[in-house]
């Protein structure tokens, strides 16, 4: 959905409204920079994804929690003002799942928007209805000014392949197919406007009618005219395009003359400084194409480069002065680069516009003045890494080149140099080894200088680190080898071990591997584990892994169960067979038997504390919980299910169910280099992987080689080779723990029902005084009573005042031969101190369908209540 300026909008499911700020053409047209995030999410504010539906909801087990965007679509942005000022570009997104339409105001933040809710919907939303057949679908401004909504009308919204088999049978699926309808909202006090046909008017009558302030009418208008093709329009739509009465117009305008191929550089000429920024940034992007031929048009550019405020329009002149080319230019960039450096759009949109014959004068013109202007830096680092992702000689050398005198004239290096030449040093290097030897005399000083600082003991950290990556990139000698090797102590700071060790294997050089191997002994398990990651990095060092696996140099227990996944699942079948035999892959149907030994471990021998150290150690490479671990793998804190059996089948057979979102990808780059991790970010020039501990690692698709999905999750298989059943009950409660901790007190009497007897543990009948003092341990919680008025029953205790925004409430249905059904209706309350309650909240919207069960089943069914955001410690039910 487009706005009157060109901005792109859109929305789908659990997303209400996203803006995308990211124009894909200009980045196709430069393969070295990778662009940034595609979409923001316009939503703003606390709890800016609560909707308030009103009645019952017509709710399946897939449907979603009741007022969350679940289905999200058809939004349309008000293009007039009939409805009042305060409408005008509000985004209107449509709800069926929850029978309602949501309103948020939309206002410019930067290059991207932000919604809040209008000040009088804070508690409601725009349009909802307590029929449960109500479907709205799609909004959408009409030409007359009303606001139209779609409704679809229709008893069941979801497709029937997510409703079980049984709700199918029961349904008609199609209820309603002819009963669509569309709802016209207007402004009490405004009339309708009479539309004409504009098939009928005249070319010049229909030009003025650009100057409607109805943007459909306006769309209409330019349709009809681009096709009607009649270049005797080209004067009326000039005149509009200087003179309209509204900046929308005289945008349109532009656009319809661009439409039928009859825009000039003298009619956009002044528009490039139009008063309103709209319209300044569309005509610089209808200027590109005559930029080579107009003089007079490329210098109003350059000139509005260095003096345009608004960010909208700096983000399309870094795109437009790609089609100009000169020193001024180049200067125009860097000026937009400097003033925006910390503006991701921009900057990027700026690095679009740097070809490498512009990258070389513009990195050689940067060096002196970093170090004086030390936040020029993130901008030579910006257009170092484009000119190392060209690999073109030419350019790679001319940089080379200024910047080793830069550096040997310095003398006083800094981290960030050697890093720059490392990287520098490799480009030259993938293309033609030979290439940096070229250097001659100017490298010899290079390494000399980079050698000192590696072995002067106060040099800070960073650049001894960034001197010896340096040092082992351009020069493998034995004087370099052993040079690098002698930090390998456990006198040396961590972190320059770990350095020295990911350049020597880094360097390939035989020798450096054989040092790496010669030292493993007496390295600590960081650094072993480092210097197996690093060596799972090419297949040749690979093989050489399993070489020293296969000698006893390196014991098959310190390769972690996520190394070994990587190399039994590796694309390479020799290495894929070799590691296999060495770990004794296990078979599908081996799964089944670890999972039915484990399916005995009694959780009640379970302890926390040891289970947060199994987490630490186990899981927190790829799972946060409880302030611990990294963000890689699912939300441990949000799953629903925490039973005992969906929690084992997920630990000890990650692969029965992958869930897309959280499959393993193996990139294998052009120079070799292997990465694996899941999918997190997908552009058109590039793709992001982030892997264990969080590491993320862009990469462009020029440098691709393949790209593979194993199908399979990242997390390992085998883990109960490192976690004893024993150990396993501890991480289970310590999930379980900090997943959903609530405790509670039940004030009626828990009797066993005659045709579920308390035996039954299947059914077991729990409160707080003979059972579990938590809700999420897999059991029937008991709470059975008779009765058709509510009363106090459950105290819920939160231990701490926090946000409530919804109770998840599982409850059992068997009409017959139980006589159970479900509650007819649940009050809530809320209290920070349980003795003085709000006034309660009241949900009647339960499922007692008939089940169709027999004797000691029950259906088990699940409705989620959502409520205005509570701040309590305290929750009561009544029922």
């Not at 058809?74 to 007039?80: C, E, H, M």
């Not at 194993?710 to 409660?733: F, I, Q, T, W, Y």
Request: overall charge neutral.
């Amino acid at each position: 959905m487009r706005d009157d300026w060109g901005n792109w909008f859109g929305c789908r499911n659990g997303t209400l409204c996203v803006h995308y700020p990211v124009q894909e053409s200009y980045f196709q047209k430069n393969p070295f920079v990778s662009s940034p995030p595609p979409e923001v999410s316009i939503p703003q504010g606390e709890n800016a994804n609560q909707l308030f539906p009103v009645g019952e909801l017509v709710q399946f087990h897939l449907s979603g929690q009741r007022g969350r965007p679940t289905s999200a679509c058809g939004l349309g942005l008000y293009r007039d003002h009939q409805l009042g000022r305060t409408f005008y570009g509000n985004a209107f997104v449509c709800e069926p799942v929850n029978q309602l339409v949501h309103r948020l105001v939309v206002k410019p933040e930067g290059v991207t928007f932000s919604g809040l809710r209008a000040d009088e919907e804070q508690e409601r939303d725009f349009l909802t209805s307590t029929d449960n057949w109500f479907r709205p679908v799609q909004a959408r401004t009409a030409p007359d000014g009303s606001l139209l909504i779609v409704d679809m009308y229709r008893y069941l919204i979801e497709h029937p392949k997510f409703l079980s088999p049984e709700a199918v049978q029961k349904l008609n699926v199609r209820a309603g197919e002819t009963r669509g309808r569309i709802y016209r909202i207007t402004a009490k006090d405004q009339p309708y406007r009479r539309l004409p046909n504009l098939k009928q008017m005249p070319a010049p009558e229909l030009a003025q009618l650009l100057n409607s302030e109805n943007g459909t009418l306006r769309d209409m208008i330019q349709q009809e005219l681009v096709l009607r093709a009649d270049l005797k329009v080209t004067p009326f739509l000039a005149e509009i395009a200087s003179e309209g009465k509204s900046a929308q117009s005289r945008l349109q305008a532009l656009c319809t003359l661009d439409g039928l191929q009859a825009l000039t550089p003298d009619i956009l000429l002044p528009r490039i400084d139009d008063p309103h920024p709209g319209v300044r940034r569309e005509a610089l992007r209808l200027a590109e194409p005559f930029l080579e031929q107009s003089k007079p048009l490329a210098k109003a550019v350059l000139r509005q480069a260095g003096q345009e405020q608004e960010l909208p329009v700096q983000l399309q002149l870094a795109y437009t002065l790609g089609y100009l080319k000169g020193d001024a230019t180049t200067n125009a960039l860097l000026q937009l680069l400097e003033r925006n450096s910390e503006n991701v759009y921009i900057r990027s949109a700026v690095l679009t516009s740097f070809d490498p014959a512009r990258l070389g004068p513009a990195l050689v013109s940067l060096l002196p003045r970093i170090s004086e202007k030390p936040q020029l830096l993130p901008m030579f680092h910006s257009l170092l890494t484009m000119a190392v992702a060209t690999r073109d000689p030419g350019l790679l050398k001319q940089v080379s080149s200024a910047f080793s005198v830069h550096v040997i004239q310095d003398q006083k290096t800094e981290a960030w140099e050697w890093l720059a030449l490392t990287e520098l040093a490799e480009a030259m290097q993938s293309r033609d080894s030979s290439q940096v030897e070229k250097l001659g005399a100017q490298l010899k000083q290079l390494v000399s200088l980079a050698g000192a600082q590696v072995s002067d003991p106060e040099q800070p950290e960073p650049v001894r680190i960034a001197a010896l990556q340096f040092v082992l990139t351009v020069d493998q000698s034995q004087h370099s080898l052993e040079l690098v090797s002698e930090l390998l102590t456990p006198q040396t700071a961590l972190n320059i071990q770990m350095a020295a060790l990911k350049s020597l294997i880094k360097s390939q050089s035989p020798a450096a591997t054989e040092l790496v191997f010669n030292n493993w002994k007496q390295f600590t398990p960081v650094l072993q584990a480092e210097v197996i990651s690093q060596l799972l990095g090419r297949e040749s060092l690979t093989l050489e892994l399993l070489n020293k696996i296969e000698q006893k140099v390196i014991q098959p227990a310190q390769i972690d169960l996520t190394n070994r996944q990587t190399l039994i699942d590796h694309n390479n079948e020799k290495i894929k067979q070799r590691a296999r035999k060495l770990f004794s892959v296990a078979t599908s149907a081996s799964r089944e038997a670890v999972l039915k030994q484990y399916t005995s471990i009694d959780l009640k021998q379970g302890n926390v504390e040891r289970g947060s150290r199994v987490f630490e150690k186990q899981c927190a490479s790829c799972h946060r919980l409880n302030g611990k671990g990294h963000v890689v793998g699912p939300d441990l804190a949000a799953l629903t299910d925490q039973s005992k059996s969906f929690l084992l089948t997920s630990i000890l057979d990650p692969n029965k169910a992958v869930d897309g979102r959280y499959a393993s990808y193996l990139a294998v780059t052009d120079d070799g280099r292997i990465n694996t991790g899941i999918l997190v970010s997908e552009q058109s020039n590039s793709i992001t992987l982030k892997a264990q501990q969080g590491k993320v690692q862009t990469i462009l698709r020029a440098q691709l080689d393949e790209l593979i999905n194993s199908g399979k999750s990242l997390m390992p298989e085998g883990l109960e080779r490192e976690v004893s059943p024993a150990a396993m009950a501890d991480l289970l409660v310590f999930l379980q723990e900090h997943s959903a901790p609530l405790k509670y007190a039940y004030t009626g009497a828990v009797k066993p029902d005659a045709n579920y007897p308390d035996d039954s543990q299947k059914l077991k009948l729990v409160n707080h005084s003979t059972g579990s003092t938590r809700f999420n341990d897999g059991q029937w919680v008991g709470f059975r009573f008779a009765g058709t008025e509510p009363q106090p029953r459950l105290v819920i205790d939160l231990q701490r005042k926090m946000p409530v925004n919804a109770l998840r409430v599982v409850y059992g249905v068997n009409h017959e031969p139980g006589a159970i059904h479900a509650p007819s209706s649940i009050q809530l309350a809320f209290s920070n101190n349980n003795q003085e309650y709000g006034n309660p909240h009241q949900f009647s919207a339960f499922d007692d369908s008939a089940d169709g069960l027999g004797l000691y089943e029950i259906d088990r069914r699940t409705i989620v209540i959502n409520i205005p955001e509570q701040r309590a410690q305290f929750v009561r039910l009544d029922f």
